[in-house]
């Protein structure tokens, strides 16, 4: 195996002149600490500092929180502000790995032979990922860096390829790390058999209820657990290939594919080196100050050892860094300590622990009691761990629902203001009393930001900026105090402080669209229709504020939402009559705008169905057009890389061969994804294929206040996921079952059953019904699952007003949709037809002479793709005179199918 550590290519870096005066700060790592300890400075100002980083990998610093997001497709996953990078103070040097700590002659010695003097250095080194010395152990991969997460993702795809079956993958630890790495595993396609040593899963921050719970839940999704196993090798063949793991008790485990999950160490071995002090299992030791033995040395994050521990956990590390910035700039900051509440989604499912979560028998609290709802059969558990009077809160656990963690997590520590058993929402109470947060809560633990600050912070707008103040917005909010700017898990709590102090203050808490619409989205669509308005101008003058000096003329929060509204009231070319001012950029292009500035082209193709005639027009056009081709999430092609007077000749080969648009650029529906059904397949019980042909002709095109995706599974085996849909139908013996409310993204959601053994015509009219009730009554940029939550009873209630016909208007709808459904036409061939609307596509201010000179692409896999901004900062640092190897072929694309490559100059 290599070594992880070792550079791969030259240092990066610029030779800048400095004043030699400056105080001269190392910063040993390019981690998440590391980062957060130069945005910290870099925040209070840099006078009078510069501030070298050594980064072993070839990245600036990225999220290793969001690490399973790469197992899928390449991500950015960069953290912070770039500006910060270019700032003339912060010299940021990748590939380049500290290989000795000179303190006599106060310089960092790099691998490169470079020496980096300092006045104060920082040691953010991290940690290595656990190999167990097993026989085999070197053959393991392990699951701590991006390009360990881009090994497993090309190793389990070559496996598949060479072996012609799903690769069997065996992820050895069940703590945090093993359970997401066998989960991004399973995704890929492999088969994920996850083994721990311990009895229940996440032992560390679980009790055996618990963990056993999340065994039943994390077993459902489709992986194999083996707990109490202990593995004592890992079996090859002569060539060096995984067969198996070797468990204690004898068994043998089929494997192709092993990854160590078992834990970190502190990489200390610097520290060692220099003499400095370290802890008794590991890491550098340090003081409240995050100063260690030696003056003028600091360590943080991972290899920081307090209280004879080292955490590897996000809040502490931020923590640290804030600490240690502080006090190399004279304060008198100190760390608090770890805070070790974790509330995460394993493969879909929640889980959240914080405080003493393991109580009196193995806690840290004696005498505690806990009060505990655990459900088998519905894979619940939920456990408040309590002073011996039930008053105080000192820990809890969730597993499968963590609903109360978010109110909980702030009071650890205090004494609760109702009985604790009124938390637990799944053993069906009815509920806690709301309560109000104390100034000194920790709000975002994340960021350590108090309720106290949020609050100053609000009220100090107030009084500066009256109701209109930047601030009294989520958003505002978030960029102002950074709560909720990490992890996530505190913006409810957020949204619901800002709401109670802008009430308290006499504001309305307005649930208007925007400064220039007090009216709510469905407020609007209800009265644009009753008065049959058919423009912005008129709505804006009948409905909303259209002062000059107020800011009027509408923004961008209301236009789109008003041009959505006109589009599914009125059925018309979305650009004309003034509407195509009202569009998002990407509707305005008919086309998704990318990071540089160019298009991507998604021809519709209906369930997924397509001839080879038709993928041969496909290739053609981005062979003619050299656009980088990608399958989407969705089974979809998608096209990159096309400038903007360049679409309508895309789209007129496009269109010539029946193709038309994917709508992928609108808030409408995206696709409908299908097995194959009984035409092929021998489990399929319904024809999937054709019901997802139809269902995608019938509603492409329709405009929503979300985009939303609808799925067809020819069977129970649910090949489709149409559960993760807005819309999903599952095929029975009997007919159709239809679910809804399922959504993917930032907060995923299964669908519901709504109704079960549908036949067709039935089937499509519930649909009907349900788009259009959702598209009447949601706020703006609101997906299904969200709005049903939001609907007083729910999922009942969308039953009773689609099935039961509870409101009267089920009619209504349906003809609603039979209007959309008789005016719809094909906006890319709408445009090919018409010369005024192809103006549109001549000249923006990304021109084609404006744009090339600006659009770098890199050659990868066979194909162009743009420039990473790594890869750019890499290609300004050649410009600069520094040295490196970018490892990939960089240059400029070419002006038309026809010319050759401009390179970089």
Request: some cysteine; charged content about 25%.
């Amino acid at each position: 195996m290599r070594d992880d550590r070792k550079p791969s290519a030259s240092p990066a870096r610029v030779e800048r002149d400095t004043d030699s005066a400056a105080r001269r700060i190392v910063v040993v790592g390019g981690g998440p600490a590391a980062h957060r300890f130069v945005e910290a400075l870099w925040r209070r100002g840099l006078d009078g500092l510069h501030i070298t980083v050594l980064a072993e990998e070839a990245y600036a610093p990225y999220d290793r929180v969001a690490l399973s997001s790469a197992l899928q497709a390449e991500v950015n996953l960069s953290l912070g502000d770039v500006l910060m990078w270019r700032e003339p103070a912060v010299h940021l040097v990748t590939n380049e790995r500290a290989v000795a700590l000179d303190l006599p002659a106060r310089c960092v010695i790099g691998a490169s032979a470079e020496r980096y003097p300092f006045d104060d250095v920082v040691l953010a080194t991290g940690s290595d990922a656990v190999r167990l010395p097993m026989a085999g152990a070197e053959s393991a991969a392990v699951y701590r860096t991006l390009e360990d997460v881009r090994y497993l993702r090309g190793e389990s795809a070559r496996l598949a390829a060479d072996l012609g079956r799903p690769a069997e993958a065996v992820v050895i630890g069940g703590g945090l790390l093993g359970l997401e790495a066998a989960g991004g595993l399973q995704q890929l396609g492999t088969h994920s058999t996850v083994v721990n040593r311990a009895g229940w899963l996440m032992n560390a921050q679980l009790d055996e209820g618990a963990g056993q719970a999340l065994g039943r839940l994390i077993t459902a999704k489709g992986m194999n657990i083996l707990c109490g196993s202990a593995p004592t090798g890992i079996i090859r063949t002569a060539t060096g290939t995984v067969t198996g793991v070797q468990l204690r008790n004898g068994e043998v485990l089929p494997a192709d594919l092993v990854v160590f999950a078992v834990g970190i160490k502190p990489r200390d071995e610097l520290a060692r080196d220099a003499g400095l002090a370290v802890g008794s299992r590991g890491g550098v030791v340090i003081s409240a100050t995050c100063e260690t033995s030696m003056p003028g040395v600091w360590a943080i994050g991972e290899v920081a050892s307090y209280d004879d521990v080292c955490m590897g956990l996000v809040a502490p590390a931020n923590a640290m860094a804030e600490v240690c910035a502080d006090g190399i700039l004279g304060g008198v900051s100190s760390f608090p300590g770890f805070d070790t509440a974790t509330k995460l989604k394993l493969s879909g499912v929640e889980v959240a622990s914080f405080g003493d979560a393991l109580g009196d028998a193995l806690g840290d609290t004696e005498g505690s009691l806990e009060i505990v709802y655990a459900d088998p059969a519905r894979g619940l558990y939920q456990k408040l761990v309590v002073t011996d009077d039930a008053k105080t809160l000192l820990g809890g656990i969730f597993v499968g629902d963590a609903t109360p963690y978010t109110a909980l997590r702030p009071l650890l520590g205090r004494e609760l203001p109702a009985e604790p058993g009124a938390y637990l929402s799944s053993a069906g109470t009815d509920g806690a009393p709301e309560t109000e947060l104390p100034d000194d809560v920790v709000l975002c633990s994340c960021n350590n930001v108090t309720a106290g600050s949020c609050r100053s912070t609000i009220h100090g707008h107030l009084d500066d900026g009256g109701s209109t103040a930047p601030v009294l917005d989520l958003p505002s909010l978030k960029a102002c105090t950074r709560a909720g700017t990490q992890c996530g898990s505190c913006v409810p709590m957020l949204k619901k402080l800002l709401d109670g102090e802008l009430v308290k203050a006499g504001k309305t808490v307005s649930n208007g669209i925007c400064e220039h619409f007090a009216m709510s989205r469905p407020q609007l669509f209800e009265a644009i229709q009753a008065l049959d308005l058919a423009s912005f101008s008129d709505i804006i003058a009948r409905f909303g504020v259209d002062d000059e000096a107020k800011g009027g003329f509408g923004c961008d929060l209301c236009k789109p939402a008003i041009a959505s509204i006109l589009a599914t009231q009125r059925g018309q070319y979305v650009l004309d009559g003034g509407r195509g001012t009202l569009q998002d950029t990407n509707d305005r292009a008919l086309a998704n705008m990318q990071r540089n500035g160019t298009y991507s082209v998604v021809p519709r193709i209906p369930g997924g169905e397509i001839t080879p005639q038709k993928l041969a027009v496909i290739a053609r056009v981005a062979e003619d057009f050299g656009l980088y081709v990608k399958l989407t999430g969705a089974l979809r092609i998608d096209m990159f890389g096309a400038r903007l007077e360049q679409l309508p000749e895309i789209w007129k080969i496009l269109v010539e061969a029946g193709f038309e648009s994917g709508q992928a650029y609108g808030k409408a529906l995206r696709n409908v994804k299908s097995c194959v059904g009984s035409t092929w397949c021998r489990f399929g019980v319904q024809d999937s294929v054709g019901l997802a042909i139809d269902l995608e002709l019938r509603y492409r095109g329709l405009r929503a206040p979300h985009k939303f995706k609808m799925g067809v599974s020819g069977c129970a085996r649910e090949c489709a996921e149409a559960r993760g849909k807005d819309v999903g139908v599952i095929a029975t013996d009997q007919g159709w079952n239809l679910y809804v409310g399922g959504n993917g993204g930032f907060q995923p959601a299964h669908a519901q059953l709504l109704a079960q053994d549908l036949d067709t015509p039935t089937l499509i009219r519930y649909i009907d019904r349900y788009l259009m009730y959702y598209i009447r009554t949601a706020d703006r940029m609101q997906r299904t699952a969200r709005w049903m939550e939001d609907l007083d009873g729910g999922l009942d209630h969308v039953r009773d007003v689609v099935v039961s016909d509870s409101l009267g208007i089920a009619a209504d709808l349906e003809q609603a949709m039979e209007r959309h459904v008789e005016h719809y036409e094909d906006e890319w061939a709408a445009t090919l037809k018409d010369p005024d609307r192809l103006r549109r596509f001549r000249s923006f201010v990304n021109a084609p002479d404006a744009a090339d000179q600006s659009i770098v692409l890199v050659e990868e896999r066979g194909q162009r793709r743009p420039a990473t901004d790594a890869e750019l900062a890499e290609a300004e640092l050649v410009q600069a005179g520094g040295p490196v190897n970018l490892g990939v072929s960089i240059g400029m694309r070419p002006r038309n199918p026809s010319e050759g490559d401009q390179p970089w100059s």
